[in-house]
């Protein structure tokens, strides 16, 4: 807790933003956040808890580890009935500068690129949490079991002209 204390005395105030390349590392943090900046998903119910550590590999390049945890209150997609949406999973990546974002082809870890010198936290925890919300949501058991019908409907104009080409 004091880590974290004195990691947010370094914060700037106003953009609650940190120099990555001036950090000392591990940084340890657990985060509290009651909202979020993604539209296109549910409404938070719960607060979003978030543990993470990020800790520097070589110049520039970091990891962050840790896990991320919540609810959201969200529309089944076939009854429009309001449904809890838990999210909770562990997310492990590479943080990088936003420069190298074009010319970066090694694919191997997940890589999250910001400006490390403006470094925004909550920036990497909803780029996580869009990455991890599902893209189907539907209640349990019978709106569930609707999908795999209608999503081969959706399909078949496409499945129609592939057997004219065949
Ligand atoms: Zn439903």
């Known amino acids: 807790m004091?880590?974290?204390?004195?990691?947010?005395e370094s914060m700037s105030k106003r953009n609650k933003t940190f120099n990555l390349r001036e950090g000392s590392f591990p940084i340890q943090m657990d985060l509290v956040f009651d909202e979020i900046e993604i539209k296109e998903?549910?409404?938070l119910k719960d607060l979003i808890n978030a543990e993470i550590k990020i800790s520097i590999i070589s110049k520039d390049l970091f990891r962050c580890e840790g896990r991320l945890?919540?609810?959201?209150?969200?529309?089944c997609q076939s009854c429009l009935k309001d449904i809890e949406v838990n999210l909770s999973f562990l997310t492990n990546l590479v943080i990088k500068h936003e420069d190298l974002?074009?010319?970066?082809?090694?694919?191997?870890?997940?890589?999250?690129?910001?400006d490390l010198e403006y470094?925004?936290?909550e920036q990497l925890i909803e780029?996580?949490?869009s990455l991890n919300y599902p893209n189907i949501v539907k209640c349990e058991g019978e709106c569930l079991d609707i999908n795999p019908l209608k999503e081969e409907e959706k399909n078949l104009p496409f499945k129609k002209i592939r057997d004219l080409i065949d």
Do not use: A
Not at 103 to 114: I, K, W
């Open 41 to 43: 998903i549910g409404r």
């Open 101 to 114: 974002m074009m010319d970066d082809d090694s694919n191997q870890d997940q890589t999250h690129y910001q």
């Open 2 to 8: 004091h880590l974290f204390q004195k990691f947010l």
């Open 119 to 121: 470094f925004d936290v």
């Open 127 to 129: 780029e996580e949490i």
């Open 69 to 75: 945890n919540t609810t959201f209150i969200d529309r």
